[in-house]
């Protein structure tokens, strides 16, 4: 079994592959200092944590996430908070860097003598269709090579091999936002004890602890701006306005380590099953960061994938994995589907011309109004925002 990507869906995978007592390498383009410090997602939800601690890899969150229940939406009329781990499902977040759970996720797979190869670059997946596909990698040294197995799992991202390599019967859905942010990750304590979400006419600007000295900040931005266009103080300016600072208190400055736009766009590949080749996490559906679904659905569809597997390999039984893709695309498009409601909330609609502008708009403020007095909304939110 060769798996494509130490993310968060290769590595899980990887594990209980292991565990499973399937012969597994996986293969990994970059070096392991940069996978293992690579800034991303955050919030884990509560499904996530349950499948963690299932296989017993739950350990480090334990230890060092933090339990989170609150978000706080800021607009020109005022704010409003929704304590979400008390409506809905009753589910909080877990707040863990993603470099750090994939770390954890990767000391653990070394220690029970799992198998990776960094440096590794997968070039493309040669024979899906076949009983022993391949894969073409570029060498640490850069030497042509070669790895042949009965399935290969593409774990490896939206830019990946695995995705170079789909049939022509693939198909990808596909949807541009048409809007961007700026991500920002500040050397400063959390501003608020609560995620927050500024819906301002200079565009959206967010807030998400990350650790009690670290925090996420973002800022919606055009298409195309340069990362490193503006000054820090001046990001900090934007950043105070756009979150109301005058009427509910200032933010906690500093140091901004890592900046990046991510554009909103999203897809889903379907089937996930092409023969021997399947797909999980980022390498089967992009989704907008908007309801931090992503690593979550990583984490949630290599468990299926690794069940499977297992079934199949160990047991002779390939039902499960005749069902892998069906059953992954369920809980892919319910994310996909309040990701984009997420997005609609959070932004102006962004080409709609002069009256449908208006039109767009006052949708939003009617939706957001709506989460703000609706016990029945607020649950449903808070079902969908904690859930994969
Ligand atoms: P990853 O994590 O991208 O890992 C893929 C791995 O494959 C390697 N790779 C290759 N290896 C060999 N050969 C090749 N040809 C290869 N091409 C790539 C890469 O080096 C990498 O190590 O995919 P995976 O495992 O599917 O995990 C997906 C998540 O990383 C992603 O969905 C989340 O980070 C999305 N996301 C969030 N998700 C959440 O659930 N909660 C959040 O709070 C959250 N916040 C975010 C996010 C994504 C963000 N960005 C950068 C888009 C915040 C941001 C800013």
Redesign the pocket.
Known sequence: MVV???????LLLGNLLHRGGIDCVV????DRGH?QTRA?????AANTVRILDRHGLAGGLHRHGREHGACEFRTAEGRFRLDYGGLGRGERHTVYP?QDLVTDLLTHYLEAGGRIHFG????AVHDAGTTRPSVAVRETDGRPGHWRARYVAG???R???ARRSLPPGAVRHHRDHGISWL?LLAQAPPSLDAVGYAVHDRGFAGH?ARTPEVTRYYLQCERGTAAAARSDEDLWDELDTRMYAPEHGPLNRGRFLHR?V?DFESDVIEPLRHGSLLL????ASL?S?SA???????VLEAELLAHALVADLAHGDPRALDRYSRQALAHIWRAQEFSHWMIRLLHREPSAPGSESFFHESLRLSRLESLRTSRTHQDWFAENYTGV
Do not use: S, Y
């Not at 999980?280 to 390498?283: Q, S, T």
């Not at 931090?292 to 990583?298: D, Q, R, V």
């Open positions: 494509l990507g130490a993310g968060p869906a290769g293969l990994e383009r970059a996978v991303r997602a955050g919030f884990l993603q590794t670059e997968a070039l774990c490896d991202g830019h990946g091999a991500g998400m990046g991510v999980a996490g980022d390498a989704i960061p931090a679904k992503g690593a979550n659905l990583a």
